[in-house]
């Protein structure tokens, strides 16, 4: 904050304020990197479990330096108990890149009648899209859960993934309305002087230009469907139980073993910290809708 | 894609016609897959519930179908421990968004100046919103709160006996203060989400405004309450009603810390049981009615918030 110093302010006050913010600088400093740890502290201590075995894990006051072991993730990937998350594991990796891809390609043109070529009563649709991502969720639940049971797609992980499309179609359609806008609108007007049709379009400029906040919502929609837990719990069962399921059902059939809940943890929340870490930048634009950049 | 290939035709017209077409259904043909998904997929079950709210429907009695009007609603706001959900779903919201803002302001503030290792220090901060969020309940049930192993305990052990302390307090967090262990865990989660709203509001501010006060003499408090604190009202507003809308829904913390127990029952906890336990469907829905009510009131509230943003952006 003091090296933006103008030459009026330098000159009103010279070297001793330059000197007596040197201090609280670096107290701002550690006060923000004391912040920073306090909240990363649960995090490191989960990893730190993960890596101690059930009786370091397990001790009064904390061992912290107790050796490391693979004990913990091995049980855990079922060498003593034979239940494999692999299978909860696929299940949740194909419901959140099946319901992503699918948002995509509702997105993307949505998006781009929405911004690009602007239709009447524009902000009317971009609303309604909010609105259902405002509603909570829970109150819709029992009919889709009826009619899923009426149809046979009970324990489905297919119907997960329309669902989930569901839940994260308003975000992408917002995220990539704002990053669509970013295009120029010459080149497209360019592209269509020269009588590309809408597939040739988005194909050749719009998802060429768009790349980076393609990928952003991707990660975003990725998350959110990795982490749904209520709806995967009333709807999936034996075939199709997702990892966060899989991890509540893990920790009430073996017990405490503290080890072992925190490499759980750490394995299934790896794929979300990934992509959370990849999409840092763009994190906050996809949180608040696009309102905020 | 299909049903946008009649945009071909007045593409390939002259160009005036480009900028004004005169078909609008080729215009909004890319729109249409997008809006009739969601309003299949997400408005129908919501008519649904509403329908099922006003009937009997006990899955455990078939067969006894029928209408009964209020009748769910007269029991569900009879029902001392559903109208207990109502009050704890309010209590837990708010709580948990009133301390994750303050402690985001707090934290937001302190990211937005220069120190060494910033990244570092906003990577860390985002990582609690990273963990999936029964992971986190998991953690925090049983790797912090844990009363003879858990590492608030351990820490207290510590402290003591860093002092020469012969018996720390070793409280059971959860049986304690179930709801505050919830509350906790979940600012936790969200102090992130509010961090990093308030965080692009603070950086968004024009340094000019902030500079000419300083030059003015202002102090640095001044300076947050008269120039910041107005510029980043939207943005506190916008993050405490996203963040409502993402609490009052929490089904994760309270089903995993408590499975609803000690008086920690929300509305989704309390629906999910109603329905997936006691297969009360009319019930139920009525109180899923309720909380769609009451969200419709935050929700109203927060487009219109989101619509002055976007307004500004578009001028």
């Given at each position: 904050?003091?090296?933006?110093?103008?030459?009026a302010?330098?000159s009103?006050?010279?070297?001793?304020?330059?000197?007596?913010?040197?201090?609280?600088g670096?107290?701002?400093?550690?006060?923000?990197w004391a912040?920073g740890?306090?909240?990363f502290?649960p995090?490191?201590?989960?990893?730190l479990?993960?890596?101690?075995?059930?009786?370091?894990?397990?001790?009064n006051?904390?061992?912290?330096?107790?050796p490391?072991t693979?004990?913990?993730?091995?049980e855990?990937?079922g060498?003593?108990t034979?239940?494999s998350?692999?299978?909860?594991?696929?299940?949740?990796?194909?419901?959140?890149?099946?319901?992503t891809?699918?948002?995509?390609v509702?997105?993307?043109?949505?998006?781009?009648a929405l911004s690009?070529?602007?239709?009447r009563?524009w902000?009317?649709?971009m609303?309604?899209?909010?609105?259902t991502k405002?509603?909570?969720?829970?109150?819709?639940?029992?009919?889709?859960?009826?009619v899923?049971?009426?149809?046979?797609?009970?324990?489905?992980i297919?119907?997960?993934?329309v669902?989930?499309?569901?839940m994260?179609?308003?975000?992408?359609?917002?995220?990539?309305?704002?990053?669509?806008a970013?295009?120029?609108?010459?080149?497209l007007?360019?592209?269509?002087?020269?009588?590309?049709?809408?597939p040739?379009?988005?194909?050749?400029?719009?998802?060429?230009?768009?790349a980076p906040g393609?990928?952003?919502t991707?990660?975003?929609?990725?998350?959110?469907?990795?982490?749904?837990?209520?709806f995967a719990?009333?709807?999936?069962?034996?075939?199709?139980i997702?990892?966060?399921?899989?991890l509540?059902?893990f920790?009430t059939?073996?017990?405490?073993?503290l080890?072992?809940?925190?490499a759980a943890?750490?394995?299934?929340?790896?794929?979300?910290?990934?992509?959370?870490?990849?999409?840092?930048d763009?994190?906050?634009?996809?949180?608040?809708?696009?309102?905020?950049? | 894609?299909?049903k946008?290939?009649?945009?071909?035709g007045?593409?390939s017209?002259p160009?005036?016609?480009?900028?004004?077409?005169r078909?609008?259904?080729?215009?909004?043909?890319?729109?249409?897959?997008?809006?009739?998904?969601?309003?299949?997929?997400?408005?129908l079950p919501f008519?649904?519930?509403?329908v099922i709210?006003?009937m009997?429907?006990n899955a455990?009695r078939?067969?006894?179908q029928?209408?009964?009007g209020?009748?769910?609603?007269?029991?569900v706001?009879?029902?001392?421990?559903?109208?207990?959900?109502v009050?704890?779903?309010v209590?837990l919201?708010?709580?948990?968004?009133?301390f994750?803002?303050v402690?985001?302001?707090?934290?937001?503030?302190?990211?937005?100046?220069?120190?060494r290792g910033?990244?570092?220090v906003?990577?860390?901060?985002i990582?609690p919103?990273?963990?999936?969020p029964?992971a986190?309940a998991?953690?925090?049930?049983?790797?912090?709160?844990?009363?003879e192993?858990?590492?608030?305990?351990g820490?207290?052990?510590?402290?003591w006996?860093?002092f020469?302390?012969?018996?720390?307090?070793?409280?059971?967090?959860?049986?304690?203060a179930?709801?505050?262990?919830?509350?906790?865990?979940?600012?936790?989660q969200?102090?992130?989400?509010m961090?990093?709203?308030l965080?692009?509001?603070?950086?968004?501010?024009?340094?000019?405004a902030?500079?000419?006060?300083?030059?003015?003499?202002a102090?640095?408090?001044?300076?947050?309450?008269?120039?910041?604190?107005p510029?980043?009202?939207r943005?506190?507003e916008?993050a405490?009603?996203?963040?409502?809308?993402?609490?009052v829904q929490?089904?994760?913390?309270?089903?995993?810390?408590?499975?609803g127990?000690?008086?920690?029952?929300?509305?989704p906890y309390?629906i999910?049981?109603?329905?997936y336990?006691?297969?009360?469907?009319?019930?139920?829905?009525?109180?899923?009615?309720?909380?769609?009510l009451?969200?419709?009131?935050?929700a109203?509230?927060?487009?219109?918030?989101v619509?002055?943003?976007?307004?500004?952006?578009?001028?």
């Open positions: 904050m003091s090296t933006g110093t103008k030459s302010e330098r009103r006050r010279g070297r001793s304020r330059r000197g007596a913010n040197r201090r609280p670096v107290m701002w400093g550690l006060a923000a912040t740890l306090l909240f502290l995090v490191v201590w989960m990893v479990t993960s890596f101690h075995s059930e009786a370091d894990a397990a001790t006051p904390p061992s912290v330096t107790a490391l693979l004990e913990g993730y091995r855990f990937f060498t003593s034979g239940t998350p692999w299978p909860a594991l696929a299940n949740s990796a194909s419901a959140a890149i099946g319901s891809a699918l948002v995509l509702f997105a993307i043109p949505a998006a781009y690009v070529k602007p239709v009563k902000s009317d649709a609303f309604f899209f909010l609105s405002m509603l909570p969720a829970v109150a819709g639940l029992l009919p889709v859960y009826l899923a049971k009426n149809t046979g797609l009970l324990d489905n297919w119907l997960m993934a669902l989930y499309t569901a994260n179609l308003p975000i992408a359609v917002w995220m990539m309305r704002s990053f669509l970013e295009i120029p609108i010459d080149i007007e360019a592209a269509a002087i020269d009588g590309a049709g809408l040739t379009v988005l194909r050749r400029i719009v998802i060429p230009l768009a393609i990928a952003a991707s990660l975003i929609c990725f998350i959110f469907s990795w982490n749904e837990m209520l719990r009333v709807l999936t069962g034996v075939r199709s997702t990892a966060p399921v899989f509540t059902g920790v059939s073996q017990g405490l073993f080890a072992q809940v925190c943890a750490v394995v299934v929340s790896l794929p979300v910290l990934l992509a959370g870490f990849a999409a840092q763009k994190l906050v634009q996809g949180l608040s809708m696009g309102a905020v950049k | 894609m299909d946008a290939s009649p945009d071909a007045p593409l017209a160009a005036r016609r480009v900028r004004r077409p078909r609008p259904w080729a215009r909004r043909a890319p729109l249409l897959p997008a809006l009739l998904f969601m309003v299949v997929v997400t408005q008519v649904a519930t509403v709210s006003f009997d429907w455990l078939p067969g006894e029928g209408f009964t209020f009748g769910n609603y007269a029991q706001f009879s029902e001392p421990a559903l109208r207990s959900s009050l704890t779903t209590r919201t708010v709580g948990v968004v009133l994750s803002l402690i985001g302001l707090g934290a937001a503030l302190l990211l937005d100046r220069r120190f910033r990244r570092v906003r990577t860390m901060l990582a919103f990273l963990v999936v029964v986190a998991l953690l925090w049930k049983h790797a912090l709160y844990n009363p192993y858990g590492l608030l305990n820490l207290l052990t510590w402290i006996a860093l020469g302390g012969q018996h720390p307090p070793q409280p059971d967090w959860i049986t304690q179930p709801l505050a262990s919830i509350v906790v865990a979940l600012i936790w969200w102090t992130p989400f961090t990093l709203i965080l692009a509001g603070l950086q968004s501010r024009s340094l000019e902030v500079e000419a006060a300083r030059v003015d003499g102090d640095a408090w001044q300076i947050f309450r008269y120039l910041t604190l510029h980043l009202r943005y506190l916008l405490a009603l996203l963040g409502s809308i993402y609490i929490n089904f994760d913390a309270v089903f995993t810390i408590t499975s127990g000690l008086g920690t029952a929300n509305l309390t999910y049981q109603s329905f336990q006691a297969h009360d469907y009319g019930q139920a829905s009525a109180a899923g009615v309720i909380v769609l009451g969200t419709i009131v935050i109203v509230l927060a487009l219109r918030l619509s002055t943003l976007l307004r500004q952006e578009q001028s």
